[in-house]
């Protein structure tokens, strides 16, 4: 059994096809999808997939590159939904200097808020971070410091062994998706390593993020499966430990069975 703890099942390549998408997930021996969020509209979609479909459980939140376009209530609404007992997360929200949509200080701003509401609500947070590694070490230094090891998971990890090991040292959670099966990755693999098998999560990223041997088509639930093995491979356990022992991490984090 497997969990897929981070998929955008809203997204318009779902439309046509999502139950066969999901058929091909449990097929393949993944029990549990977390679909999430990037604003309001999309959190509001990923909760009311989850009504629809029984598999998925859903995140709510702002992602950093879509706060400047917040419409006035759509934080109201965020705080509204993470009150749905199929909502068993925060996020997405963090911080990203890749892409240059939303000024840094906005979204500094929406970090804390959704680190706050996690808090506030006893819900893990997930963590959106791209080049900006630093600043995110930084504002959850501060929130640690505060009040101590914070329930999250760093998503699609794709930083260096310092930033996995300052997350790590205040309780979080190290997420792979499908970057860790491409050939030229090595040095994220070796980051892998050394991240604790109680700590460890997979994901897809769905529908981005694809890992081989199906890079560059869409991605899906069921190729967590790719990213699974890619990384028992990295453990040097079998794939079963290795999805056995994450969907254990994942259950306890989420608190979903
Ligand atoms: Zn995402």
């Known amino acids: 059994m497997l969990i897929d703890t981070h998929a955008h099942l809203d997204d318009d ?10 058929d091909r997930a449990t097929a393949a021996g993944v029990s549990r999808i977390l679909t999430i969020g990037v604003d309001a509209d999309t959190s509001a979609a990923a909760v009311r997939l989850t009504e629809q479909y029984p598999v998925l459980a859903a995140v709510v939140g702002i992602q950093p590159n879509h706060v400047a376009e ?6 109201e609404r965020v705080l509204e939904m993470v009150q749905n007992p199929r909502v068993v997360a925060v996020g997405e929200t963090g911080l990203d200097r890749y892409w240059d949509r939303a000024p840094f200080p906005l979204q500094e701003e929406f970090f804390d808020r959704h680190l706050q509401l996690a808090r506030e609500r006893n819900l893990p947070v997930v963590i959106h971070c791209r080049e900006a590694e630093a600043d995110v070490v930084r504002m959850l230094r501060a929130a640690f410091e505060r009040h101590g090891p914070i329930a999250a998971v760093m998503h699609s990890f794709c930083g260096d062994s310092a930033t996995a090991q300052a997350c790590l040292a205040m309780g979080l959670h190290i997420s792979f998706a499908g970057m860790l099966t491409f050939k030229n990755n090595d040095s ?6 050394t991240i604790p ?3 460890v999560l997979v994901e897809t990223d769905s529908p981005y993020l ?3 041997p199906f890079r560059g088509k869409r991605n899906e639930p069921a190729y967590v499966a790719h990213t699974a093995a890619c990384l028992a491979g990295v453990f040097g356990i079998s794939v079963e430990a290795l999805a056995e022992k994450t969907t254990e991490n994942a259950r306890l984090l989420f608190k979903v069975i």
């Open 13 to 22: 390549r779902f439309r046509d096809d999502l139950p066969a998408v999901l």
């Open 70 to 75: 917040m419409k006035p209530g759509d934080w």
């Open 188 to 193: 994220l693999r070796q980051v892998a390593a």
């Open 197 to 199: 098998l109680d700590r």
């Open 210 to 212: 694809t890992p081989m």
